[in-house]
C-alpha cells in the first residue's frame, strides 16, 4: 500500500507534540491533527478519520485511557498508539486490554518512533 | 526587532516557551495552596501533570538536571494523590516545589541565554526523596492500590476461537528477545499475549507474572519470553504475527509435539480463565469527567512577540503611505471627488487596522501582578511579617512592551512597602492596626493611561527625615514650611537616597526607587507618591497604553521637525521682549507667574542652523518630567498629531535627548524629542 498514513497526535505538551510530529513526518506520516487533550482528540477522530492516532496518558479534562475507550467505541478498528513514561505499566497493560495496538515510551527519539510505528 | 536576537532550533524553542509557562502556572497554585493549608485533588493533578511533562521534555531535550528533579517531585504528588487523606507538612511540601520551581527557572533562563544548564539539583531531589520517605512513615504505605493490582491477573487464555476444533492444533514454542533498551520488556510480552489470543487456544509463558513482579523485566532481559501455545492457525500466520512486535531482535519459533518441561509444570496448575476482552475495566483514575469541551481553548495561538513588532511596523509604514498618497502635493488644487472618496474609506481601515494591531499586543497585568505573590510570601516568611497581598484590576490591559518595563520596578516597590513599609507585628497592635498587614496592588484604565497603584497599610514615610535627609546631601536650599509632600516625597527617587540606616537583605541599599523611576521613565510613565504618617503610603505610577503611538507636538526648528510627546507638555506661548534672563554663567531663564525656568534651545542643543534665534522670534514649550519643569525654545510650532513611534536604528549609538522617530506624511523624519534627556542635561 503507497497510501501514506495519517496520523491524529494528542499530547497536552506543545513541545511533545511538535517533537513527535517531526519524528513522525520524518518516518513519511502525514500527521493530519492535533489535540491536546482527551476530549478533542475523539472530536477531531470523528471527524478526520485518521489511520493512526497517538494518546499521551496524563492529560487534563480527559486523559488518554477514557480516550481510548471512547474512540474504541466510536470506532472498533482505531488504530491507537499510547505515549507513556516509564512507571505507567499498569495504565500501559490497560491501554493494551482495551484495544490499543502500542505504545511508546517518553523519552523517546526518532530511532524509536521509526520502529515503532514503521510496523504498522 | 534587535537585530542579535541568537536564532534558536524551533524544538529548543518551544521547550524554552512551555517550561517557562509551565512553572510560573505551578507557582501560581503553590502559592495558593500554601496560603490555605490546602491541596485539593484538582490542584495535586495540576502539579503531578506539570511535573510529568516537564519531565519528559527535559528527557528529551536531554536537560537531565531538570528531567530527575521533575520526576523526583513527580513521585510525591503520585504518592499524594493515591493516597487520599495524607498529612502534608505544607511548609517544608511547598518550600521544596517552590526552591524546585527556582532551579527549573533558572535552568530554564541558562539554557535562553544559550549556556550550559549545569545547575545540580541533586540536593534538591534528596530532599524530595526524603519527605517522601517521612511522609510514608507517617501516614503508612500506599493503602488505596491500584485496582487491577488485587485482581487475579490472568495469565492462561482459552480463547473460544480455541474451542471450536482440536484436531488441527499445533503446538509452538516461541522465545523472544527484545531489542536492548526498549524499556518495559513485562509490558512488551503482554501486548505479545494480548494479541495472540485471539488465534491460540491454549498459552502458557515465562515469566509467568508479567506484570507485577519487577523481575520479569530483567528476566526477559537475560533469557527472552518463552511463549507456548497451541493453535489452528498455520504457522505462516503465527510467523507474521510474532514478526510484527515491535522492537523484536530475535525470534526462536519451533514447532513441537509436546511442550518443554518447565512450560508444562505451569499447565499442571492451570487455571483456566475465559477471556471477555470487552469486560469494562475500572480506570484507576477517578477523575475523568466525561465532557466534550472542545474548541475552546484551541481558539488562543501564541505568536512570537517579534513578529508582531513586526507587524506593528508595516502598520505604521502603511498609515504613514496612506497619508503620503491621499495628501500628495500633486493632487493639490485637483477637482477629486471619487479619489476622495476612496481615499477616505482607505484611511478608516487603515485606522481600524491600526487598532487592531494594537489590541493584539494588549496583555492582562494579572501575569506580572501574581509573581508578586511569590516575592509577598518568601519575604514575609524570612522577616516574619504576617502580610496579606490584595490585587485589584489585574484584567487590565497594556501593552506587551511595558510589561515587560514595569515588572522589576513594581518588585521594588513591593519589597519597599514589605520591608520599610510595613511595621512588625507588635508594633502594628500597639499602633491600634490589624496584625496582619496589608499591601495592594491596583491596576485601573484614566484616558490614555494606565495606572498602577502600591498602597500598604504601614507606617508611612517621614517627612521631617526625609527632609533632613535629602538637606543633608545638599539636595535642598529651602525650608522644611515651603514645601509641599509631593516635593518632598520625590527625593526618595532620587539616586543613593535612602531614609533607613539598616541594610536587609532585600531593601535599604540605595538601590532601588531611582532604579524604578529610571525604568519608569524609560517608558514615558511618572511616579506620584502618597503618604500619611502612620497609615500607609500609596505609590502610583502612570504609564501610557502604549509605547508605539503617541500624541505628539510637531515643531520646527531650522530645516528640520521635532515631535515632543503631548504628555510632558505644560503649555505653551510666544515670550516677550526682556521676559528671558540669564545668570552670571550664561543660563537663560524666564520668569512665568513668579517662577524661573531654565530655557533650552533646541537649535544649540542639535546644533541647527536657523534664522530664528531672537526670543521674541520663537516660542517656547513648557516641558515636565516628574520633578523639574524647564522651557523648550523652538522656531514655530506645526499641529497636533498621533504618531508611529519608531526606534532610532541601532547604529547611531547614543543620541541623548532623543527617544525616537516617526516617519511624517509628506515623508519626512521628525526625532521624538526625549523630555527626561533633555531636562537632565
Known sequence: ?120 | MSGDEIIREPMLEIYIFEATQLMEQLEEISIECEKNKEIGTEAINEIFRVMHTIKSSSAMMMFNNIAVLAHSLEDLFYYIRENDAVNIDFEKLFDLVLFGIDFIKGEVSKIENNNNADGSSESLVKKSTSLLKDMKETNGVIIKNDLSEKREDTKYYISSYGNSSNENKQKYVARIFYEDGCEMENVRAYTVIHNLKDIVSEMYHIPEDIIESNDSVELIRKNGFLIGFSTTAIKEKVEEELNGIVFLRELELQQVDEFPQELKALKAKTKIVLEDPEEPMESNKEEVPHINKSGKQQSIISVNISKLDMLLDLVGEIVISEAMVTKNPDLEGLQLDDFNKAARQLRKLTNELQDIVMSIRMVPVSMTFHKMNRIVRDMSKKQNKDVELEIIGEETEVDKNIIDHISDPLMHLVRNSLDHGLEEEGERLASDKPKVGKITLEAKNAGGDVFIIVRDDGRGLDRKKIYDKAKLQGLVNKPLEELTDKEIFAYILLPGFSTNDSVTEYSGRGVGMDVVKKNIDSIGGTISIESEIGQGSTISIKIPLTLAIIDGLEVAVGMSKYTIPITSIRESFKPKENEVIADSEGNEMIMIRGEAYLIYRLHQIFNINTKVTTSTDGIMVMVEDNTKAACLFVDSLIGEQQVVVKAIPTYIKKAKGIAGCTILGDGNISLIIDVNGILDR
Do not use: H, W
Open chain 1, 1 to 120: 500500500m503507497n497510501l501514506v498514513k495519517r496520523i491524529l497526535i494528542t499530547d497536552d505538551a506543545v513541545f511533545m507534540r511538535f517533537s513527535l510530529k517531526a519524528m513522525l513526518e520524518k518516518c513519511g506520516f502525514q500527521v493530519v491533527g492535533e489535540a491536546e487533550n482527551g476530549a478533542i482528540a475523539i472530536e477531531k477522530y470523528k471527524v478526520l478519520k485518521p489511520d493512526i492516532v497517538t494518546l499521551d496518558i496524563t492529560m487534563p479534562i480527559m486523559d488518554g485511557l477514557e480516550a481510548l475507550k471512547n474512540i474504541k467505541a466510536f470506532d472498533k478498528n482505531a488504530k491507537v498508539i499510547m505515549i507513556s513514561a516509564m512507571g505507567q505499566e499498569t495504565i500501559v497493560r490497560e491501554a493494551i486490554m482495551l484495544g490499543a495496538i502500542g505504545f511508546v515510551i517518553k523519552p523517546f527519539i526518532q530511532e524509536t518512533i521509526t520502529k515503532a510505528f514503521s510496523k504498522l
